[in-house]
């Protein structure tokens, strides 16, 4: 649900972490995502979504211009510890970014 919002209404977020998101349209956004930072972690083993539905998303927001970090992780459906660190790393990446002059 996460992607579907964001895709709709990208104006509601300053930035995303999708922890194994599926694809909720056949389309591409057609609001752009103006550099939105997106984290798109997925489980390698994931029985709960298609094979390669990640990379699928993660494409389709790229090119609706969202700045997008996926990740495969060695796991199934289930939130690891991997997913938090990777998480916690990207948000405080990003959270830097925003704080620096341009």
Known sequence: MAAAILQ??????????????????TADPE???NGL??????GAHDDRRAPGDGHVLAE?????GAAVEHEVLPTGHVISDLDEQIASRWM???????TRPE
Request: aromatic letters at 6%.
């Open 37 to 42: 930072p997106v984290l798109l972690l997925d």
């Open 92 to 98: 405080q990446r990003i959270m830097v970014s925003k």
């Open 31 to 33: 609001q752009p995502l």
């Open 60 to 64: 389709t927001l790229r090119r609706a």
């Open 8 to 25: 709709t209404q990208p104006e509601a977020f300053s930035g995303a972490i999708l922890l194994r998101a599926l694809s909720p349209f």
